[in-house]
């Protein structure tokens, strides 16, 4: 039963409350074939939409998942395509008129129907370094599906700390929300960040860097051992986690306090 049928039979009286709970919460759920079961209702019930997670995909089931997704959505971000799938899925979108994002050094795209309002928050999003923008594209377009405006501003890392203040001054009077900031190596600048604003700021680990603490586990291990309170953090190279955080605390400032 589709979702305006449930909500018709309970405003009719032919069901119960809890028989259309519990038809809801099976109609959130849709099985593609053997490989995929998705959330459908996820952005209805989170604010945040279905993510394909497409490495270990082949393209066929990935552009199943597209239309099944889109069929009731009108966004689906695809992450960490394999570089010889990448233009596959992208020439799959633009053939089926679905219009694309894609991000900088990065292998991720977000799918969408139509051009929607960014009626979300605002989100600031910093790299240490140009190695970084990877992960931090990933972050953006997870904030975009979520309606959220994005001010980026990458390289900006402990090297040369006087490249962080112009960016910071410019993200607290846009009136960010949240930052993310991504950082490899050490990851020292997602504690600097977060000891200078008043802001929540998620800490990405990258996997860059080599030697001891090699591929992340320095810079996991130092925002995880922050000093500096306000600062949260995720996995190493998660940037769609990042975003979804982000965009959640940014869209809920939006919606309450503006």
Do not use: W
């Not at 633009?94 to 309002?117: E, P, W």
């Not at 970084?132 to 972050?139: K, Q, S, T």
């Not at 900031?181 to 800490?203: F, K």
Request: one cysteine or more; a positive charge.
């Amino acid at each position: 039963m589709e979702l305006y049928d449930i909500l018709q039979s309970l405003s009719l009286g032919k069901i119960s409350v809890s028989k259309a709970q519990k038809m809801l919460s099976l109609h959130s759920i849709d099985k593609i074939e053997d490989y995929a079961k998705l959330d459908t209702g996820r952005k209805h019930r989170k604010g945040i939409p279905e993510v394909i997670f497409a490495e270990n995909k082949q393209p066929e089931e990935i552009k199943s998942i597209i239309k099944k997704v889109l069929a009731k959505s009108d966004c689906v971000l695809v992450s960490r395509l394999k570089k010889n799938d990448y233009s596959k899925i992208v020439s799959f979108a633009k053939k089926s008129r679905l219009k694309i994002k894609t991000g900088k050094n990065s292998t991720s795209v977000l799918i969408y129907k139509k051009d929607t309002q960014k009626n979300g928050g605002k989100v600031g999003i910093v790299t240490a370094g140009t190695s970084d923008i990877g992960i931090a594209e990933e972050a953006r377009l997870m904030c975009e599906a979520m309606n959220c405006t994005c001010i980026c501003s990458y390289d900006i890392g402990i090297a040369g700390m006087h490249r962080m203040f112009p960016v910071l001054k410019k993200l607290i009077s846009e009136d960010v929300s949240s930052i993310i900031v991504v950082a490899g190596m050490e990851g020292a600048l997602a504690s600097l960040v977060s000891s200078l604003v008043n802001i929540p700021v998620i800490g990405v680990p990258t996997s860059v860097g080599y030697g001891y603490g090699e591929k992340g586990v320095a810079a996991l291990a130092s925002m995880l051992q922050s000093c500096s309170l306000g600062l949260s953090v995720v996995n190493i190279d998660n940037g769609i986690g990042a975003g979804a955080v982000a965009a959640n605390i940014a869209n809920m400032v939006k919606t309450r306090y503006q």
